[in-house]
């Protein structure tokens, strides 16, 4: 792989707040970016120095985009495997367009999982309201149906607590194909963000804890609090995916500590993570960077933390009463604002995150939802 060096063009697939937190990382090292996606003055499109506006579906313009870069990542894992390919005989597309077509497809990506010896709960591929049922039978209830394809935070999801739920949960999804999972008692959700380069080097960002509101990732810190056992298994599991996936780029593995103290992994990511956006202000190299370092075959940078740290999500839901109290979110020195420049704030959309470093993960935690809560008036103090 040739070293793709600053002034080089970045092609990004994908417009959302991941690749505008690349791109300003990549403007940063002198790299100019080029992002395409269906939408205009986009999160990225703001920050980007290129914007192609086409749909993904629009083979012609896929071309002129790969042609247009010297390389091409992506922020959204649900552009089209066809896109990729297409991209991919003009340019060098990372993660490879198989890890994507893996990644972006739930009964892929469990089967791939399963069948290279990693841990997962127990699935069945469901086509018709029959086999639903079969498979209910057979796994057990609780469980949880989700569609096998563009599924994210919980949308295109249904719970069945009994076999009499399958018939509205089938109908539910709207979807041709469907995975069944057996529903995991766990005790908490962690992930490890990593990254791989050509030559094989992989580095991780220890283990992050997630705690989800809604299905959505609500608040994330690191160091997660887990033994050293856990921490060592979910990274050498999360070495072992990337290696036998051969990615270049990033990826995080999302898991299940179960009850009983076991790891099961939950999903994959080939893309920067919600979870790693706390390495913008806690690590030497930010997870963006690394993406960046990876794709343009540079050596990959230190996952080294300075200080325990905490994120927490902001969303639509905070602008229903006007503008937030950005000042007030901000009295604490150690707390570090993003937004994303999306015009309108609707309920549950990403708009943004706040960042805190502290003396320990606990302490980042409650500064960050202090901070938080400080951001609309009658929540403070
Ligand atoms: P997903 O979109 O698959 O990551 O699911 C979103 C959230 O739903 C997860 O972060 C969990 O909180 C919950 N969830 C998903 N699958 C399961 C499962 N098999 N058992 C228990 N909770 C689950």
């Not at 766990?186 to 380069?197: G, L, M, T």
């Not at 283990?207 to 994330?220: M, Y």
């Not at 994959?268 to 706390?278: E, K, T, V, W």
């Amino acid at each position: 792989m040739k070293q793709i060096t600053p002034n080089a063009i970045i092609g990004v697939f994908g417009s959302g707040q991941l690749g505008r937190m690349f791109a300003i990382e990549a403007r940063k090292m002198g790299y100019r970016v080029h992002t395409f996606s269906p939408e205009s003055d986009t999160p990225t499109g703001q920050v980007a120095d290129f914007e192609t506006c086409a749909d993904y579906e629009d083979l012609s313009e896929v071309e002129k985009f790969a042609k247009a870069v010297d390389v091409v990542t992506f922020e959204f894992e649900n552009v089209p495997f066809e896109t990729v390919e297409r991209a991919a005989q003009s340019i060098e597309v990372f993660p490879r367009g198989e890890v994507l077509h893996i990644a972006q497809h739930r009964l892929r990506e469990k089967t791939f999982l399963a069948q290279n010896g990693f841990p997962v709960t127990a699935f069945r591929h469901i086509k018709t309201l029959e086999e639903l049922r079969n498979a209910a039978a057979e796994i057990g209830v609780p469980a949880i149906l989700k569609t096998a394809g563009f599924g994210y935070d919980g949308k295109g999801q249904a719970k069945i607590k009994s076999i009499a739920d399958c018939e509205t949960a089938f109908a539910q999804i709207e979807a041709n194909e469907a995975v069944l999972e057996a529903f995991v008692d766990y005790q908490k959700e962690i992930s490890v963000v990593a990254a791989r380069d050509f030559q094989g080097n992989f580095a991780h960002y220890g283990v992050i804890e997630n705690a989800h509101e809604n299905h959505i990732l609500d608040v994330s810190f690191a160091p997660a609090f887990v033994s050293e056992k856990i921490r060592s298994e979910a990274i050498e599991i999360t070495r072992g995916i990337l290696e036998t996936l051969s990615v270049v780029g990033l990826m995080t593995v999302e898991f299940f500590l179960t009850n009983t103290g076991k790891l099961l992994v939950n999903e994959l990511a080939p893309r920067p993570h919600n979870s790693g956006h706390l390495t913008i202000d806690a690590c030497v190299c930010s997870q963006f960077e690394q993406q960046l370092r990876a794709v343009c075959g540079l050596p990959l940078g230190s996952t080294e933390y300075l200080k325990p740290s905490a994120m927490a999500n902001l969303l639509g839901d905070l602008w229903g009463n006007g503008e937030p109290d950005f000042a007030a979110a901000l009295e604490n020195p150690n707390v570090k604002l993003h937004i994303y420049g999306k015009q309108e704030a609707r309920r549950a959309r990403k708009m943004g995150h706040l960042t805190a470093l502290a003396e320990t993960s606990e302490e980042a935690v409650k500064i960050v939802e202090q901070a938080r809560r400080n951001l609309t008036a009658d929540e403070r103090r």
